[in-house]
Each structure stands twice: as C-alpha cells, then as structure tokens.
C-alpha cells in the first residue's frame, strides 16, 4: 500500500485512516471537513487505496461547478489516479449526458460538495448507485449557502 506519511498532513493522515475504516462497515458515508484544509487531498488518498483494493473499479466524482472539475481532476492524478479509472464532472454535464453513462459501472460516488446535493441533478445518482461518499465544508443545506 502507498505511503502517504511525505504527501499528506498529520491531520489529514488521521481523516484518511477514519474514512478507510469506516467505509469497510458503511457504504454511505459525510466526511465534512471546513474548508481550505485539503478535503480533497485526504479523499484521492482513500479513492487511490479503494482502486488498489479492487482491481478493474471505477470512481466518479460529482461536484457542482465545472470550475471545480479541473481542480479536481489536476488532484486526483497526483495520488496516482489515471483518468481512465474514473470520471470527474460536474452535475449540469451529468443530467445532460445521463445516457452516455448510465451502463457504466462505477463502484463508488463521490459527491464533493454535498451540501448542494439536493438538487434534481444528483437524483438519479441515488437512484442507480447505492455506494457514495459525500463531502462537504459544512453540514448546511443548499438553501443556506
């Protein structure tokens, strides 16, 4: 298994070990962490090590601004995740673009953003993927930011 000790802050090492165990026992899961501290650097560590526990799986990462989807995608590579292992778009491209992948099988949903997750776009995520990993800055709703 990769070591992350030279990547990653003390703190985020901690979340990175939190998450992997508590996804061996739930398939749904909030990790909420506030802003500007390296969500996202914590989170492509734990999807780096679920690609490397099952061979031949793919991610998808949903957020709710394409500006993010570059910034997201540029993360991920550095953690050793091939874009050819998954998918990072925003929810507008998801919900005009639901026929080119609904016979993909992806193995894990990460919301990023998950506060906004309540909007139609997400719905049909739920609908046909059980596994999902929400992530947020906060536990408010999309009506309070």
Known sequence: ???YSNILCPYQQSIRLCVSDTWRLNKNMMVQMPTGIGKLHSLA???HEHLQERQRQSVWIATHRRELVEQIED???R???RKEEGLVCSSQWLSHHWEDVEND??????IDEAHRALAETYKELWAHYPC???TSPSPRDAHES
């Not at 099988?105 to 990460?110: E, G, N, P, Q, T």
């Open 105 to 110: 099988r992806s193995d894990l949903i990460v």
């Open 45 to 47: 560590s734990v999807i």
């Open 1 to 3: 298994m990769k070591s």
């Open 132 to 134: 999902l990993l929400y």
């Open 75 to 77: 993360t991920v590579v």
């Open 79 to 81: 953690y050793g995740i």
